[in-house]
C-alpha cells in the first residue's frame, strides 16, 4: 500500500499578534522572521499515515509538499516521523495558487510518483482555511474522498474510517484508492521523534520535481479566485480614567458615568 500524505508549511499560529501582519501586495501574512511550522492538521494526517502504514505489511509513506527550499524543514520533521520518502514539487511562477490550483498540482504529482492506495491531507490549513485541497485532489484522481475524518483502519480490504457528521459522527467503509481530509484527534496526536530519527532525518535525500516533471494543465495552474484583500479590523477603543481620592469617591464617579452613559 502506497500512502501520500500532503503537507504544508504554515506561519506559527502561536506567534504574539504584535507581530502578526498582512503582506499588502500578496494579501497573504508575513512571515518575515518568524518561525514557519508544519500546518496542525497536515501532522495530525502524518501521524495518522505513519500509524496505518506500521499496521499492514509492506506499506509506504511519501510525504508531498508543494513549496519552496524552505519547506524543506516540514519535509525533514515527516522523515523524522519516519515517512519513507519525501518529495518537494515547485516552480517558481507558482508563487499566486489557490486551492484549486494547489489541488490539480498535487494530484499530477501523485500520478507522477505511480499514484496511491490513500491520500491523506489536513482537513483545512490554518492560514487560509479554505478546505479545498483534499476534494480537489480527490476529484483530479477520480477517487472517493471523506472529509473531516478522526480515525482511520482497515477492515475487510476497505478503509474504515470515523467522520464528524451533524450530532455526532458517522463510521464509513471507503474503497481503495481515497482520498482522506483528517482533524485532529485522540488517536492522532503527533509524536515525539526520537534523536536517532531526527539525526537520520537531515542526510535522507528529498526528490525534488518541477513543473516540467509532471503533465500539468497550465490553465488549472492558474487562479481562479483573486483574494482582493485581507485586513485586521481596527478597533479603536476609547479610555477614560476617572480620579478620586478613594475608592468610595471612584465608585461615585464610576456609578455616576455609568448612569450618564445609560449603562445602568
Not at 490549513?125 to 484522481?141: C, K, Y
Not at 478597533?235 to 450618564?260: F, K, N
Request: contains cysteine.
Amino acid at each position: 500500500m502506497h500512502i501520500v500524505v500532503c503537507l504544508k508549511q504554515v506561519l506559527d499560529p502561536e506567534i504574539s499578534p504584535r507581530y502578526f501582519k498582512i503582506d499588502p501586495k500578496t494579501n497573504r501574512p508575513e512571515d518575515g522572521s518568524s518561525d514557519m511550522v508544519m500546518d496542525s492538521y497536515a501532522e495530525n494526517a502524518l501521524e495518522t499515515a505513519i500509524q496505518l502504514r506500521d499496521s499492514v505489511e509492506g506499506a509506504t509513506v511519501t510525504a508531498l509538499c508543494l513549496g519552496d527550499e524552505e519547506t524543506e524543514d516540514v519535509l525533514r520533521r515527516a522523515l523524522a516521523f519516519t515517512a519513507d520518502q519525501a518529495v518537494r514539487v515547485w516552480d517558481d511562477d507558482w508563487e499566486d495558487l489557490d486551492g484549486q490550483a494547489v489541488g490539480h498540482i498535487l494530484a499530477k504529482t501523485i500520478i507522477a510518483l505511480g499514484g496511491a492506495d490513500l491520500v491523506l491531507t489536513g482537513y483545512q490549513a490554518s492560514d487560509i482555511e479554505e478546505g479545498l485541497v483534499g476534494p480537489v485532489i480527490a476529484e483530479e484522481l477520480g477517487n472517493s474522498c471523506v472529509t473531516l475524518v478522526s480515525e482511520l483502519a482497515i477492515e475487510n480490504s476497505a478503509f474504515r474510517v470515523t467522520c464528524e457528521a451533524e450530532n455526532g459522527y458517522a463510521i464509513i467503509d471507503v474503497p481503495s484508492p481515497a482520498v482522506l481530509t483528517i482533524v485532529s484527534s485522540e488517536k492522532n496526536v503527533p509524536r515525539l521523534p526520537k534523536v536517532k530519527d531526527i539525526r537520520l532525518s537531515r542526510s535522507k535525500p528529498i526528490k525534488e520535481l518541477e513543473a516540467d516533471d509532471i503533465e500539468l494543465d497550465f490553465e488549472r495552474c492558474q487562479p481562479a479566485v483573486s483574494l482582493e484583500r485581507v485586513y485586521v479590523p481596527n478597533r479603536d477603543v476609547a479610555c477614560e480614567v476617572l480620579t478620586g481620592e478613594d475608592g468610595m469617591e471612584l465608585a461615585h464617579e464610576l456609578a455616576g458615568r455609568l448612569l450618564e452613559l445609560k449603562v445602568l
